[in-house]
C-alpha cells in the first residue's frame, strides 16, 4: 500500500511493479467492495506481467464483504462524481509522473463491475490519457463514445443478476456506431464476480481465460 499526493489530495492505494521496476502503467479500479485483496492481486498479476499497476483506494480505507454494504457504499460514491473522477485522475497522474520515461504517453484501465463503470467513463472525460480498456462485469450505455481512443475488452458472465443483457448489447451498439475497436466476451455459466477468489461465484477456468485475454490485449495496446 502506499500513499501520494496530488494537487494537495492524498490519495492511498496500491502499488505492484514489474521486477525490473518499468513497464506501461495500468489503472485497477475495484469493485464496490473496497480495495480488498482480489483487487491486490490483479495488481500483482500485472506487474508479472510487466505492467506497472496501481489501484486507487476510491472508498479511503473502507471495505466490505456485504452485498447491502457494499450496494450502499457503492450508490454514495457514485452520488460524488467530483471525488471519484477527481481520485481516478489524480491517480492516473500520480501513474504517468512514475512511470514517464516508459509508457510513452499511455495508459491502460481494468476496471471491476463498479470500476468497470468508472473506467468506461474515464476513457470518454479523459480520452487523450486512456489507449485501453479492459471491464469486468460491468457496462455503461450511454456515453459519448465518439470522444474516446481508447481500445476495449469487456468480459460479461453469461449469468448476472446485476447486469441484463440488453445495456450490454446497447454499449456494443453505441461502440459500433462511433467506429471504436472492441472485443465482447461472455463466459458460458458464470455469474457476477466470476474472477475475484474470495468470492462463491468464483469460476476458475473462467478467470484464468479472461486473465490470458486480458494480458495479451494489454501487451498489443500498450508495448
Not at 513497464?23 to 495488481?43: D, K, M, N, S
Not at 457503492?74 to 462524481?81: H, S
Not at 468506461?120 to 480498456?133: G, K, N, R
Request: charged content about 20%.
Amino acid at each position: 500500500m502506499i500513499e501520494f499526493q496530488i494537487d494537495g489530495r492524498t490519495i492511498n492505494g496500491y502499488l505492484a511493479e514489474p521486477a525490473h521496476s518499468s513497464g506501461p502503467g495500468v489503472l485497477v479500479l475495484h469493485a464496490w467492495w473496497g480495495l480488498t485483496e482480489p483487487f491486490r492481486q490483479a495488481c500483482d498479476r500485472l506487474a508479472e506481467a510487466g505492467f506497472v499497476a496501481l489501484a486507487p483506494d476510491l472508498y479511503h480505507g473502507k471495505t466490505t464483504a456485504s452485498v447491502e454494504e457494499a450496494e450502499a457504499l457503492g450508490g454514495a460514491l457514485d452520488q460524488d462524481e467530483e471525488r471519484w473522477r477527481g481520485d481516478i485522475a489524480g491517480a492516473l497522474q500520480f501513474l504517468r509522473q512514475r512511470n514517464a520515461a516508459n509508457n510513452r504517453g499511455k495508459l491502460a484501465l481494468v476496471g471491476f463491475s463498479l470500476g468497470g463503470a468508472y473506467a468506461l467513463d474515464t476513457s470518454v472525460t479523459l480520452a487523450e490519457q486512456i489507449a485501453a480498456v479492459v471491464t469486468f462485469y460491468d457496462s455503461y450505455p450511454g456515453l459519448d463514445y465518439n470522444k474516446a481512443s481508447a481500445t476495449y475488452l469487456c468480459h460479461f458472465a453469461e449469468e448476472d443478476q446485476f447486469v441484463p443483457t440488453e445495456p450490454i448489447v446497447a454499449m456494443e451498439q453505441q461502440l459500433q456506431a462511433a467506429d471504436k475497436q472492441h472485443t465482447f466476451y461472455t463466459y458460458p455459466g458464470t455469474r457476477h464476480w466470476f474472477v475475484e477468489e474470495n468470492r462463491p461465484e468464483y469460476n476458475a477456468e473462467a478467470a484464468r481465460l479472461a486473465w490470458k485475454r486480458t494480458i495479451e490485449f494489454l501487451h498489443q495496446q500498450l508495448d
